[in-house]
């Protein structure tokens, strides 16, 4: 037998969270975060271009809208995974990968809760010769932070950083993130 502490179970309302993303212009909204998993809804970001490296397995749920999952083989080749809306994609931990769907389309996303010591990474590549550009890195303990927008800015507000040292190419900065 064990005794358990109290009873926490939240139960997800998908469209009044995707309607409080669009409304406040939010992209993230964590759902839980407990020792072992975290779990958020994602809004689409238009200007998306980064892989993310993270330790954690990903569960990822294409609620309403397509996803397009770039990612990188081991080999270095750029490939696409299409997760159409109501299926749902399993991907390994420390896949380089790059989640690419509309601002009106929703993921449901669920990972590990990460463990100290753990390092997610975010890397760019040029667009135009595919050379490496910059990385960022992260203790993604909370989602609540949006470590993803924080990885954006620093990159988006260097110059320097976005310029390819092999071809010059510049990647271009949004307007606003
Ligand atoms: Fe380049």
């Known amino acids: 037998m064990f005794a358990m502490q109290s009873i926490d179970m939240p139960n997800i309302d998908f469209e009044g969270i995707m309607r409080h993303l669009t409304e406040t212009g939010k992209r993230t909204h964590q759902l839980w975060l407990t020792a072992e998993s975290m779990a958020f809804i994602a809004r689409g970001r238009e200007y998306r271009s980064e892989f993310h490296v993270n330790p954690s397995y990903e569960i990822q749920y294409s ?9 990188r083989t ?6 696409i995974a299409h997760v ?37 990474r975010f890397f760019w590549y040029c667009l135009n010769c595919d050379h490496f550009l910059h990385e960022e890195s992260y ?11 924080q990885a954006y800015r620093n990159f988006y507000q260097s ?3 976005r310029t390819c040292k092999k071809c010059a190419t510049v990647m271009p900065a949004p307007d606003s993130l």
Do not use: M, W
């Not at 609620?63 to 990612?71: A, S």
């Not at 081991?74 to 490939?79: A, R, T």
């Open 63 to 71: 609620i309403k809208g397509d996803l397009n999952l770039h990612y």
């Open 74 to 79: 081991p080999e270095g080749v750029e490939k």
């Open 84 to 120: 159409p809306e109501g299926s749902c994609l399993f991907q390994p931990p420390l896949v380089p990968h790059s989640p690419r769907f509309a601002p009106d389309a929703f993921q449901f996303v669920i990972e590990r809760a990460r463990v100290a010591g753990d390092i997610d």
């Open 139 to 149: 203790v993604v303990d909370d989602y609540r932070a949006d470590p993803v927008t």
């Open 159 to 161: 110059e320097d950083f």
